[in-house]
C-alpha cells in the first residue's frame, strides 16, 4: 500500500498477539498466542470484538476470536539494514463497548519515519464483566492492551521498530485507556509517552458503574443463577457469544445512552490486577510511569452524543419535554446519584445551562456545551492540570476547533449541517478511517493533514509536539497546573494557530460541587484548583 504522499509500506494484518478467549478462556486474562510453523499469511485483519451495535438488523456484529493486530511499516530491516524507527501503538475509541484499531490507516502517518501497530481488544461484557472478586476481577480488554505492548516489546524490532521508543495514543475511551496505562503497574515500562486525544481516565465513562446490578439484570434475562460468583459466570460460559452480547442494548435508554454499560473497574481481588484504587487516588499520589503526555480536546465536545437526535425531530422534542427523566442516561449519572438526589440534581443542572429556554434546535449550542462539559471537557482537563502537577515530564495540551468539509456528525446525522467540531473530528486528519470520508478535497483540509499528522509524528519521534510552523509550544506550568492558568495550544485554522491560556474551558465549579459521587473523577475536586 502507499501513503497519501505515494510512500510505500508494508502492511501485516492479523497477526495473533494473544489466544482466541473463547470457552474456557472467556472472561479469563488473555492467554499466550498459540505457534505456527513456516510462514503466515498476514494479508487479510482479523475480525473485529464482537460488540453491540444497536443497528437495527445488525444490532450484534464481530466474532469473539479477536485478538489481533496489525502492523504498518515503511522500512523493514531487510539484508543486514539496521532499522529502529519510534513506533505508534493506537487504542481505538468506542466507549469500551463498540469499535475496532482495523479502520484506523496510515495514510498520513507513515509519510513520516515511524511503525504503526492497531489491534482489537475485548469489548462490553466480554471484555470487562467483573464480579468484583477473585472470579473475576475484570478489566479483561485493559489487558488484552497490555498483552498488545508486550506483543511488542518482543517483536517490533522484526518490523523496523525501536521497542524502547514506544508511544501510545488513542481517542476518546482510546485516551482514557492511555491515561489508564500510565496509572497502572502493569504497564510499566512498555511505553515512552502517551497521546489522549478528547478522553481521560477522569471522563464519566473512565469507570464502570453498577456492575453487581448489572449482571444481576443479565443474568434474569438469560435464565441464570447468582447463587454465586462462579455460577454466574459459568453460565455465561455457556451463552453464545452474540446472545450475551445482545443484552447490554437492555441498559441504554436514550439514544446510546447511557454510552458505556461495561468498562473499567478497580479490581477488589486476583492475583494480576491492572488497576486497584480508582483513577483519581492514583493520580493524585503521583504512582504513576513518569512520562511525556499530550491531552487534548475540541470545541464542540458534546456533539457526540448529541448528533443522534439533534436533527431527529422526535428526538428533540422527547428531549424538550422529558429531560427531568433523560439528563440522568444522557449525562452518565444514572447509576451515582441516588433516587432521592436526582431530580433535584438534574433540575439545578437544567436551569444552571437553559435557564427559562427551552431545550430545541435553537438552543442547540447550549446543550452541546453542557454534554461536553460533563462527558469530556472539565475531567479532560483536571487530569491533565493534576498529571502535570504530580510528574516532571512534560504535559502538553491542545484544543481544536476546526471543522473541515466532513465531520464525524456527518455520518451520525445523515446530513452536512455544521453544528461545530465534534468529538474525534481531529482524528479526521491523522487516519484514513473508511467509515468516514475522506478530508482531502480543499486546500484548507489538506494542510491540516499535514499540521496534524505532522504534529503526531514530531511528538512520536522526538518527544515534543510541533504543529505546522508553530515550534514554540509551551507544556502546562508545573508549579501553577491545580491554580493557575492552563497553557495550550489554539489550532483554529491552518493558519491561525497560537498559544493561549485559559482557567477552564467548561464548567468545573458547576460539576464539581454537585453531587455525582463519581467512582473514577473523585469530585468533589475543584478545591484542588483555588
Same mark, same amino acid.
Given at each position: ?11 501485516? @494484518? ?13 472472561? %479469563? ?12 499469511? &498476514? ?5 473485529? $470484538? !464482537? ?8 444490532? +450484534?456484529?464481530?466474532?469473539?476470536? $479477536? ?68 472470579? +473475576? ?12 505492548? *508486550? ?33 497502572? #503497574?502493569?504497564?510499566?515500562? %512498555?511505553? /515512552?509517552?502517551?497521546? $489522549? %486525544? ?23 434475562? @438469560?435464565? $441464570? ?6 455460577? @454466574?459466570?459459568?453460565?455465561?460460559? *455457556? ?35 491492572? =488497576?486497584? #484504587? ?14 511525556? !503526555? ?53 433540575? /439545578? ?30 475531567? =479532560?482537563?483536571?487530569?491533565? *492540570? ?12 491542545? *484544543? ?16 452536512? !449541517? ?11 486528519? %491523522? ?44 507544556? !502546562?506550568?508545573? /508549579? ?23 482557567? &477552564? ?17 473523585? #469530585? ?5 484548583? /483555588?
Amino acid at each position: 500500500m502507499q501513503t497519501w504522499m505515494g510512500r510505500n509500506v508494508s502492511a501485516f @494484518l492479523g497477526i495473533p498477539y494473544a489466544a482466541p478467549p473463547i470457552n474456557g478462556n472467556r472472561f %479469563l486474562p488473555p492467554q499466550p498466542p498459540a505457534q505456527w510453523s513456516g510462514i503466515r499469511n &498476514a494479508g487479510s485483519m482479523g475480525s473485529i $470484538c !464482537i460488540q453491540y451495535t444497536g443497528a437495527s438488523g445488525s444490532e +450484534v456484529v464481530g466474532n469473539e476470536d $479477536c485478538l489481533y493486530l496489525n502492523v504498518y511499516t515503511p522500512i523493514l530491516p531487510a539484508n543486514g539494514r539496521n532499522v529502529s524507527l519510534p513506533v505508534l501503538v493506537y487504542i481505538h475509541p468506542g466507549a469500551f463497548m463498540i469499535g475496532t484499531g482495523n479502520v484506523f490507516g496510515p495514510r498520513y502517518l507513515l509519510d513520516y519515519n515511524l511503525v504503526l501497530v492497531t489491534f482489537n481488544y475485548r469489548l462490553g461484557i466480554l471484555g470487562y464483566l467483573t464480579t468484583e472478586d477473585s472470579v +473475576v476481577p475484570g478489566n479483561m480488554g485493559l489487558k488484552d492492551q497490555v498483552a498488545l505492548l *508486550r506483543w511488542v516489546q518482543q517483536n517490533i524490532q522484526s518490523f523496523g521498530g525501536n521497542p524502547q521508543e514506544v508511544t501510545i495514543a488513542g481517542a476518546s475511551s482510546g485516551a482514557d485507556s492511555v491515561q489508564l496505562h500510565y496509572l497502572s #503497574r502493569m504497564s510499566r515500562g %512498555l511505553f /515512552k509517552r502517551g497521546i $489522549c %486525544l478528547s478522553g481521560s481516565s477522569l471522563i464519566p465513562i473512565g469507570m464502570m458503574r453498577a456492575p453487581i446490578y448489572k449482571n444481576t439484570r443479565v443474568a434474569q434475562a @438469560l435464565n $441464570c443463577s447468582y447463587s454465586s460468583s462462579r455460577t @454466574l459466570v459459568n453460565c455465561f460460559r *455457556r451463552i453464545p457469544a452474540a446472545q450475551l452480547v445482545l443484552q447490554e442494548g437492555m441498559f441504554q435508554y436514550f439514544y446510546y445512552t447511557p454510552v458505556q454499560i461495561f468498562g473499567p473497574t478497580v479490581e477488589r481481588e486476583g492475583s494480576q490486577p491492572f =488497576i486497584t #484504587r480508582l483513577p483519581y487516588e492514583i493520580l493524585r499520589t503521583g504512582d504513576i510511569q513518569d512520562a511525556p !503526555i499530550l491531552f487534548s480536546s475540541v470545541t464542540q465536545e458534546g456533539l457526540v452524543p448529541v448528533a443522534f437526535f439533534i436533527t431527529n425531530t422526535t428526538g428533540l422534542s422527547y428531549l424538550s419535554e422529558n429531560w427531568l427523566e433523560v439528563f440522568p442516561y444522557l449525562l452518565e449519572y444514572i447509576y451515582t446519584v441516588t433516587s432521592e438526589n436526582r431530580n433535584a440534581t438534574t433540575t /439545578k443542572i437544567y436551569q444552571y445551562y437553559f435557564g427559562s429556554q427551552s431545550i430545541s434546535l435553537a438552543t442547540n449550542q447550549t446543550l452541546i456545551q453542557m454534554v461536553g462539559d460533563r462527558d469530556f471537557v472539565d475531567d =479532560i482537563e483536571t487530569a491533565a *492540570r493534576i498529571q502535570a502537577f504530580v510528574q516532571s515530564s512534560p504535559v502538553y495540551f491542545y *484544543r481544536f476547533s476546526y471543522r473541515g468539509q466532513y465531520s464525524v456528525t456527518d455520518f451520525i446525522t445523515g446530513t452536512n !449541517i455544521n453544528f461545530g467540531v465534534a468529538h474525534t473530528d481531529d482524528t479526521l486528519y %491523522l487516519s484514513n478511517n473508511p467509515n468516514f470520508p475522506p478530508s482531502e478535497n480543499t486546500p484548507s483540509d489538506r494542510a491540516m493533514i499535514t499540521i496534524m499528522s505532522g504534529l503526531w509524528a514530531s511528538f512520536v519521534t522526538q518527544g515534543i509536539p510541533r504543529a505546522g510552523e508553530y515550534t514554540n509550544w509551551q507544556p !502546562i506550568n508545573r /508549579k501553577s497546573a491545580m491554580t493557575g492558568p492552563l497553557n495550550y495550544l489554539m489550532i483554529a485554522s491552518p493558519s491561525s494557530i497560537s498559544l493561549n491560556q485559559t482557567l &477552564a474551558f467548561g464548567h468545573p465549579q458547576f460539576w464539581d460541587n454537585l453531587p455525582l459521587n463519581e467512582p473514577g473523577s473523585g #469530585r468533589p475536586t475543584y478545591s484542588l484548583r /483555588k
